[in-house]
């Protein structure tokens, strides 16, 4: 155990540092610090090991099998973080003047339309640092439309039940109602509930497409006609645009206004948590509305282009202080280039993963289905899936006492990362897979045994996983009615 | 031809298991009518060779702040990160994780960023710190709507909150479109001419629901005024200060002057100005706040042999449990940039801050004799104490000057403040990080000499 505030060095053991140019410098008398941070007293070579020591106790893609649905954890390719390390990104500064900032706006300019394209829409900003961000951007974008058109009256947003959490908090943070309706039992839209709040108060419907139960809306061209008759907007949750790259587009399917997830779709990695990135895409009607600025291209006197500024007439201003997350822009281009006009391919192996799994695992030999205690069952009923499935461990649960957390438990013993669990809400017992394109069928398949395994294995084994990780199962109650949320850094 | 699918050349064997013919049967639950009828209008794939050349091409075009004298900050600040961070920090098990939803395998993300709360805590004054905020501007607009949250009932200016006038334009932006769903009333908070608070305003916002101001303020004054200021606003109104923290290891940290939330830019700490993002924002409270705040946030716990264990916790304040009745909508973070951060605090330690922020003092300083030196240079406030960036007023506009920079000396001069408030055309914020030595300085004050005779 590493305890990054028990190094006892010097208070400069860190990093030696050149001296101050100038020691003429007052702090006003009533602002001077009496007493310097606790931070570590070490050197770079303990720290070094430390942090070394907790990569050791993490779980990344590179680790292993993580197949979190709606996540995306696809493969990072590690040239993406070689260009960002480059000169000419990391030292740039966002205010510098557009000649400073040519190949970058170059870099974005290529990016807004690359995303268009592959959306159906006609202007994209990547100014959203984040999925929610995109969300909350859009909304504010369809707010200021109605008030401009003089329907400011248009107050609620319509949300499936099945909707990732981030649709209804983002709209309630731009000041919406929100509306929440039903799925159908078989987890598919419901258009006659979406019929039934659909009215002259309704500014949009949001919705993600494959849904989050990893299945395509076929009714969704006739759901966009319901929310578009009653004047109100249609709004794409990018989250699972993996599924359908190429294959079709939320322009196609009738949505206004969409966001996409660079660290999904586009392979930005995800950090721990971030950095994302959420730049959204909109149609011509809403475009004079989106954050500031975008970038133009433009035709000098001796015919070269010139990348600028563009304030939109209408902008909402700003949504993020600069030019949104350029690193995960630069990444996301280098992975785009990656595969060119092939990311329909990236799109159909995300789709093949997916439903090899789910063939796998629902399928189990004869021999080990007779060794199974209970079989999980389909969250939703379907013949294919698009990228992410979800099941349900509620038969496990019934016959067992072995719950889906349980079984995600015991998945991480296996090395692997556990699928999302208890999501979407809507299927008891949730367990949501995504494999995404870069597993190979070798991975797939020792997963589905795995997985089948833990079916077969002593229920009070699975039920007090994990055995053989770093620590085993975490008190979360404890923590919350406890919230030691530092370090003491007492002076020993 | 795509390297990045491990199952290329492997579909049929896959297919077939499934009982299937073609790529094309798993698409049938798409609909005639909404599909693409044309392949994407995109490029042919490239290699991972003719992607680095494009990617060297294009970066190199930049004219980047430190291949050059700089004195360009505003917000985002040249600063120098030791080679260890970006190293450490793009370690696979850190950099491709998720968000650490199992504990038990996320550990080391967990500690590093449990570790970051306290350090940003010790630096602060206060308590509690989230994982991270997107940047600046969403931490301040944040920390506005969570302050709303615990004093809106109690307030008699309900839903009212007092802001300075002299924030940056974009950050009052991102301030309106976080705000104004809730209906909130944003009023300013004027000042004196010498840059520093006018104490005998402040008064207006008792009763209201939060005061933000920044320490140091967009022209670089550090002002002693803003310790007087929890008293007069009192209790029920919460006051938010936004920092540079690396002044922090010279200034006081805004806890110890009352402040219930302290927000800013991370940046300075474990990344570059990087175009302006990723970057991370600081969010840290008094305990009052903890229930309303927003973000990630780390605890210790322990797992089911008693052994000390960390999880995140208060999950219930956020999206993916309360939905439309979250704290904020934020999911994805900053977490790898605020490791990075946690990593460059780490090995500064409390000496290495108090250097680094002496030498970033001392630039200023010195960056500041320089330029008054010359005819017909003035401060703008000649009577603060800076931090990092002061104000300068010229005999002629800003922009006609830094152009000159540009074109005749290859030096970034700084911002011409017009851009923010159109009627300060003549004046230039200076600003002179730990990045500057005594030479850039001297080619700064040369090159603005020879616009000015220029001139003359």
Request: charged share 20%; proline share 7%.
């Amino acid at each position: 155990m590493s305890d990054l505030f028990a190094f006892n060095g010097s208070q400069d053991a860190g990093y030696a540092q050149p001296d101050p140019i100038s020691d003429e410098f007052a702090i006003p008398a009533a602002l001077q610090r009496s007493k310097l941070p606790r931070w570590p007293r070490a050197s770079e070579p303990e720290i070094v090991r430390h942090y070394t020591w907790l990569s050791t106790r993490s779980h990344g893609i590179d680790s292993g099998f993580y197949p979190l649905g709606s996540c995306t954890m696809k493969h990072n390719p590690r040239v993406n973080e070689r260009i960002v390390q480059m000169p000419g990104m990391n030292d740039l500064h966002a205010l510098s003047p557009a000649s400073h900032l040519q190949g970058m706006m170059a870099i974005f300019h290529e990016m807004q339309e690359m995303l268009a394209h592959c959306a159906g829409m006609d202007t994209v900003t990547l100014q959203p640092v984040a999925g929610a961000q995109g969300e909350f951007t859009a909304m504010r974008c369809v707010q200021e439309y109605h008030r401009d058109i003089g329907q400011e009256n248009r107050d609620k947003v319509i949300v499936p039940d099945s909707a990732h959490g981030t649709n209804p908090a983002s709209a309630a943070m731009c000041g919406y109602e929100i509306i929440e309706i039903p799925s159908l039992d078989n987890g598919r839209l419901d258009l006659d509930a979406l019929r039934a709040v659909v009215g002259d108060d309704t500014a949009a419907m949001m919705i993600t497409n494959p849904s989050t139960l990893g299945l395509f809306e076929p009714e969704i061209a006739e759901a966009a006609e319901i929310v578009h008759e009653a004047g109100g907007q249609m709004y794409y949750d990018g989250a699972n645009f993996n599924a359908i790259l190429g294959k079709t587009n939320p322009g196609l399917m009738g949505f206004d206004a969409v966001h996409y997830n660079l660290h999904k779709t586009f392979s930005q990695p995800h950090g721990g948590g971030g950095p994302g990135a959420g730049p959204i895409g909109v149609k011509a009607h809403l475009s004079d509305y989106l954050p500031s600025p975008l970038v133009i291209a433009e035709e000098d006197e001796e015919g070269e282009t010139w990348f600028d500024w563009y304030e939109p007439p209408k902008t909402i201003g700003k949504v993020q202080q600069w030019h949104g997350n350029s690193g995960a822009t630069v990444r996301a281009w280098a992975f785009y280039r990656r595969y060119g006009r092939d990311l329909e391919k990236m799109s159909e192996h995300a789709v093949l993963n997916a439903n090899y799994l789910r063939h796998r695992i629902m399928n189990p030999s004869k021999e080990v289905r007779d060794s199974i205690h209970a079989m999980p069952c389909d969250g939703a009923p379907a013949d294919v899936v698009k990228h992410e499935f979800t099941l349900s461990m509620t038969p496990v649960k019934d016959a067992t006492g072995v719950t889906g957390k349980d079984i995600a438990k015991r998945l991480l013993d296996f090395g692997y990362m556990a699928p999302t669990l208890y999501f979407p809400m809507i299927v008891p017992e949730c367990l949501m897979f995504e494999p995404t394109e870069t597993e190979s069928k070798e991975a797939i398949d020792q997963f589905a045994d795995d997985f089948l395994h833990i079916l077969t294995e002593d229920p009070e084994l699975v039920k007090t996983a994990p055995h053989d990780t770093p620590v085993k199962r975490v008190d979360e109650v404890w923590a919350a009615r406890n919230l030691i949320l530092r370090h003491p850094c007492d002076d020993e | 031809m795509v390297d990045q699918l491990p199952n290329l050349g492997r579909e049929a064997e896959m297919l077939e298991a499934m009982g299937m013919t073609s790529i094309d049967d798993l698409f049938t639950d798409i609909p005639e009518h909404v599909r693409r009828s044309e392949p994407l209008d995109l490029p042919p794939p490239q290699t991972e060779e003719e992607i680095l050349r494009e990617a060297r091409m294009l970066l190199g075009m930049n004219i980047s702040v430190d291949s050059r004298p700089s004195f360009l900050g505003a917000g985002l600040y040249s600063n120098y990160v030791p080679t260890m961070v970006p190293m450490l920090a793009t370690r696979g098990e850190f950099l491709t994780a998720y968000t650490p939803y199992q504990p038990e395998v996320s550990q080391g993300m967990l500690q590093a960023m449990w570790e970051f709360q306290t350090m940003v805590s010790e630096l602060v004054g206060l308590p509690v710190s989230n994982v991270s905020m997107y940047d600046a501007s969403t931490a301040a607009a944040e920390a506005l709507t969570c302050a709303v949250r615990v004093h809106g009932r109690k307030a008699s200016q309900k839903s009212t909150i007092y802001v300075s006038e002299l924030i940056p334009p974009h950050r009052m932006s991102v301030i309106h479109n976080y705000t104004q769903g809730a209906e909130i009333v944003v009023k300013t908070l004027p000042h004196n001419d010498d840059g520093m608070i006018d104490l005998t305003a402040v008064g207006a916002a008792e009763g209201a629901c939060a005061v933000y101001v920044e320490q140091p303020n967009s022209f670089g004054l550090l002002d002693p005024g803003l310790c007087e200021l929890k008293p007069i606003i009192g209790e029920n109104t919460a006051l938010i200060v936004g920092v540079q923290p690396v002044s922090l290891g010279l200034v006081a940290p805004p806890g110890d002057y009352g402040a219930d939330i302290v927000v800013g830019e991370g940046q300075p700490f474990g990344i570059g100005p990087t175009a302006g993002g990723p970057i991370y924002g600081l969010f840290a409270c008094s305990e009052a706040y903890i229930r309303q705040m927003p973000g990630r946030i780390v605890g210790l716990s322990k797992d089911s042999d008693g052994e000390r264990a960390f999880t995140l916790t208060l999950s219930t304040r956020e999206q993916h449990i309360r939905r439309h009745r979250a704290t904020s909508n934020i999911c994805s973070n900053e977490t790898l940039i605020a490791l990075m951060g946690a990593m460059h605090m780490a090995l500064l330690g409390p000496g290495g801050l108090e250097k680094l922020a002496q030498r970033n003092a001392g630039a200023c300083s010195a960056t500041k004799s320089a330029l008054l030196a010359l005819d017909e240079v003035e401060l703008v406030h000649p009577n603060g104490s800076h931090f990092n960036e002061f104000a300068i007023r010229l005999p002629r506009p800003a922009a006609d000057l830094l152009s000159f920079l540009d074109d005749e000396c290859d030096i970034t001069g700084g911002l011409d403040l017009s851009q923010w408030w159109p009627e300060r055309e003549n004046e230039l914020l200076v600003c002179a990080t730990d990045q500057i030595d005594i030479e850039d300085i001297e080619e700064l004050a040369e090159g603005i000499q020879d616009w000015l005779e220029g001139y003359e």
